[in-house]
Structures are given as structure tokens and as C-alpha cells.
């Protein structure tokens, strides 16, 4: 399956059929059989009732995600730089648009941006690249996203919120500007400004690196499907 275009669901569905339809079969010889489970639970880890089969569009969609992963963390690369040229030129892919005349490998990748969005957290390191609001970095699995929305911090970046020395977090800003959920996952990151600088994770790797595996899985888990830890 090509990494760079995203099949129609048609063609999606179809090769699903297929693949039911020699796994129902009753013999190698007859293309008959009774169905008895739904491709969609098929497709649910063997600890799930099912039989760990890929989604295929799901699959397609997080091999596309690494596209958007790689244009996300090699900012510097002739591809990311083309893309951000002409589709995202004041942003990042995070907040690219579909734009005028797209290529169709745009708008594969670009199908994979909620996925990738959903998926990864930054890390705070000197706070100077990540936004305060519309950036997630807080250590939330869930939602990484700032929910407060006072007027202060429009523009603002995570380094307004250290003190002055750069050792730690603001209580006074954090007390003015956040709401108490806020307030405490903020408080759960270590500032540590000397030695790192702000970088880009992927939640569902230990690494921290974007695997197509865990993003298919986190797919799973944004739908609402049971998943198994492992493929079968």
C-alpha cells in the first residue's frame, strides 16, 4: 500500500470483501460460505473477539500520518519546505489547509492531520517554540490542549510562563491565567530550559518516535473500537 496516496473507500471496501470472502469460503474450490462475523469486528485484536485483521483504510491513513509526522519534525527537509511554501507558508501542517489547486498527494496527506494532531504532545524544553494555546503540550494523553482561554494568553509562548531565572513555573501566571486542570498538569513538567529545547513526541511510543503500529491503534481508540496492546 503506497505511503503517499489514499485509497477510496471503494476500493477500500472492495478489497475488504475479497479478503472476507476467501476467509468465509468453505473450500478452496467454492466462493460460498455464510459470514459469519462482520469485517469490522474481524478486525478487533484476537482479545477483542476478533481476528486482528487491518482496517484498510485506517492502515492507509496511519501509514500517511508518518508523512505528516516527518513533515512536522524535519521542518528543514526539501519536501517540508516545498509543502510549507505552498500550503502552509504562516503556519505548520497542524494548521494547514486543503488551499487552491491541491495536489492529490496533499490531499492524501492532509487526510491524516486529525490523526497526527491527536497523537502527538510537545516536549517543553526552553518553551520558546510552543504556543500556549492551539499547541498540545500538556501530559495528557487525552488532551494535550490548554483549555483556558483568558485574554492573556493570545500570542503568548510557554516561556512567559517561567519565572524570571528560567527555573520554574510562575505561580503568580498560572494562579491569574489558568483554570485548576490546567494549572496542574502544568505543574507536572519539570522546566529544565539549560540542557533541552522544545520538541515534538508521539504518545503512543515509548521513543517518542511515530510508529504506523501505535497510530493505527490510536485510530482505534479516536473511533471508539476495542484494541488489543499488539498486532496478532
Same mark, same amino acid.
Given at each position: 500500500?503506497? %505511503?503517499?496516496?489514499?485509497?477510496?473507500?471503494? #476500493?477500500?471496501?472492495?478489497?475488504?470483501?475479497?479478503?472476507?470472502?476467501?476467509?468465509?469460503? $468453505?473450500?478452496?474450490?467454492?466462493?460460498? =460460505?455464510?459470514?459469519?462475523?462482520?469485517?469490522?469486528?474481524?478486525?478487533?485484536?484476537?482479545?477483542? =473477539? =476478533?481476528?486482528?485483521?487491518?482496517?484498510?483504510?485506517?492502515?492507509?491513513? %496511519?501509514? /500517511?500520518? *508518518?508523512?505528516?509526522?516527518?513533515?512536522? $519534525?524535519? !521542518?528543514?527537509?526539501?519536501? %517540508?519546505?516545498?509543502?510549507? %511554501?505552498?500550503?502552509?507558508?504562516?503556519?505548520?501542517? /497542524?494548521?494547514?489547509?486543503?488551499?487552491?489547486?491541491?495536489?492529490? +498527494?496533499?490531499?492524501? #496527506?492532509?487526510?491524516?492531520?486529525?490523526?497526527?494532531?491527536?497523537?502527538?504532545?510537545?516536549?517543553? =524544553?526552553?518553551?520558546?517554540?510552543?504556543?500556549?494555546?492551539?499547541?498540545?503540550?500538556? !501530559?495528557?494523553?487525552?488532551?494535550?490542549?490548554?483549555?483556558?482561554?483568558?485574554?492573556?494568553?493570545?500570542?503568548?509562548? +510557554?516561556?512567559?510562563?517561567?519565572?524570571?531565572?528560567?527555573?520554574?513555573?510562575?505561580?503568580?501566571?498560572?494562579?491569574?491565567?489558568?483554570?485548576?486542570?490546567?494549572?496542574? /498538569?502544568?505543574?507536572? #513538567?519539570?522546566?529544565?530550559?539549560?540542557?533541552?529545547?522544545?520538541?515534538?513526541?508521539?504518545?503512543?511510543?515509548?521513543?517518542?518516535?511515530?510508529?504506523?503500529?501505535?497510530?493505527?491503534?490510536?485510530?482505534?481508540?479516536? *473511533?471508539?473500537? !476495542?484494541?488489543?496492546?499488539?498486532?496478532?
Amino acid at each position: 500500500m503506497n %505511503a503517499h496516496i489514499l485509497l477510496p473507500v471503494e #476500493i477500500s471496501h472492495d478489497m475488504e470483501s475479497l479478503m472476507s470472502k476467501y476467509w468465509w469460503r $468453505t473450500s478452496a474450490s467454492s466462493n460460498s =460460505g455464510i459470514h459469519w462475523m462482520s469485517w469490522e469486528r474481524l478486525c478487533y485484536h484476537k482479545s477483542e =473477539g =476478533g481476528m486482528g485483521f487491518r482496517n484498510l483504510r485506517d492502515f492507509n491513513l %496511519a501509514m /500517511l500520518g *508518518k508523512q505528516g509526522w516527518r513533515l512536522l $519534525t524535519n !521542518p528543514d527537509s526539501l519536501v %517540508a519546505r516545498i509543502f510549507k %511554501a505552498r500550503y502552509y507558508s504562516n503556519g505548520t501542517f /497542524l494548521t494547514a489547509e486543503i488551499g487552491s489547486n491541491p495536489s492529490f +498527494v496533499w490531499r492524501s #496527506i492532509l487526510e491524516a492531520q486529525n490523526l497526527v494532531a491527536n497523537g502527538i504532545r510537545w516536549c517543553v =524544553g526552553d518553551g520558546k517554540n510552543i504556543n500556549v494555546l492551539g499547541d498540545p503540550w500538556l !501530559p495528557d494523553k487525552l488532551n494535550a490542549w490548554v483549555s483556558s482561554s483568558h485574554p492573556g494568553l493570545a500570542n503568548a509562548k +510557554v516561556a512567559n510562563l517561567f519565572t524570571m531565572d528560567g527555573l520554574s513555573w510562575d505561580l503568580d501566571v498560572l494562579n491569574d491565567l489558568f483554570e485548576p486542570r490546567d494549572k496542574e /498538569l502544568i505543574l507536572q #513538567i519539570p522546566v529544565n530550559i539549560a540542557s533541552t529545547r522544545d520538541h515534538l513526541v508521539w504518545n503512543g511510543e515509548l521513543s517518542g518516535l511515530y510508529s504506523v503500529k501505535s497510530a493505527y491503534k490510536r485510530i482505534q481508540e479516536m *473511533k471508539g473500537l !476495542p484494541y488489543g496492546m499488539k498486532f496478532v
